[in-house]
């Protein structure tokens, strides 16, 4: 059989579904419910920053790209508050409008860590690097929708929609070079840890848990479970 045949190609679908079981092993953990996200695909022409919070990350390197998320206020808030309190904190303690900084805030942290679950993957499986910026979080309202330019020079886009537990939505949107990855040579990617095992061993500190800030963005270890559950003060 020749090289052709056995080579293994990687594009843009394939980075999207990496991307968006990030989106969903971040957030499960996170809020302890199930998000999941549509089976279809949509190919769009241009990302937008959407009502009701819209949050952008730029990431270059190995290739470049802008991942935009568009929450609901209704999504936001039910992530926001399940994190807050899957940590331990009081109902009480909440804020209950989506403007809040600290929704802001939260909704950030957790955007940094999909990113820097993604490009640990990326790392893993596909041997190149991308570094990532800090998420930027924007309050929007029903009359603002703002075009983020990315500098790609072939872009493709693509939007999926994602349903929390409650079937609130939000949608992720993924613009990149176009780009392939062909498999030249066999290697192993280093498997991650069981999220499971690891947030039951780290359990005892959610307690004593408070909001969390955005943290510097940075690449995710090897052990990628083991430094979200530390990043998210679990």
């Known amino acids: 059989m020749s090289h052709t045949e056995t ?3 990687y594009g843009t679908e394939d980075l999207l579904i990496s991307l968006c079981n990030s989106v969903t092993r971040v957030l499960n953990v996170a809020t302890h419910s199930q998000i999941h996200y549509s089976g279809m695909v949509q190919r769009i022409s241009k990302t937008c920053l959407k009502p009701d919070i819209g949050c952008f990350v730029l990431f270059d390197g190995g290739f470049s790209g802008l991942v935009i998320i568009n929450f609901s206020a209704q999504a936001a808030m039910e992530l926001y508050s399940s994190y807050l309190l899957n940590m331990g904190m009081s109902k009480d303690d909440l804020v209950t409008s989506y403007t809040s900084d ?17 490009t640990g993957k990326v790392r893993r499986e596909l041997q ?18 703002l075009s983020v330019d990315a500098n790609l020079d072939k ?28 498999k030249m040579v066999d290697f ?47």
Do not use: C, W
């Open 7 to 9: 080579s293994v190609i």
């Open 102 to 118: 600290e929704v802001s805030n939260v909704m950030g942290e957790l955007m940094n860590q999909v990113v820097g679950d993604f």
């Open 128 to 145: 190149t690097h991308i570094t990532q910026n800090q998420p930027k979080m924007l309050v929007l309202n029903k009359q603002v929708m």
């Open 155 to 182: 872009p493709e886009a693509r939007r999926v929609t994602f349903y929390t537990a409650s079937n609130n939505i939000f949608y992720l949107e993924l613009a990149i070079d176009r780009t392939e990855f062909i």
């Open 188 to 234: 192993e990617a280093q498997d991650t840890p069981d999220a499971d095992a690891l947030m039951s061993q780290n359990a005892q500190g959610t307690q004593n848990a408070t909001a969390p800030t955005p943290a510097p963005a940075g690449d995710s270890g090897d052990s990628a479970t083991d430094e979200l559950l530390k990043s998210l003060g679990m």
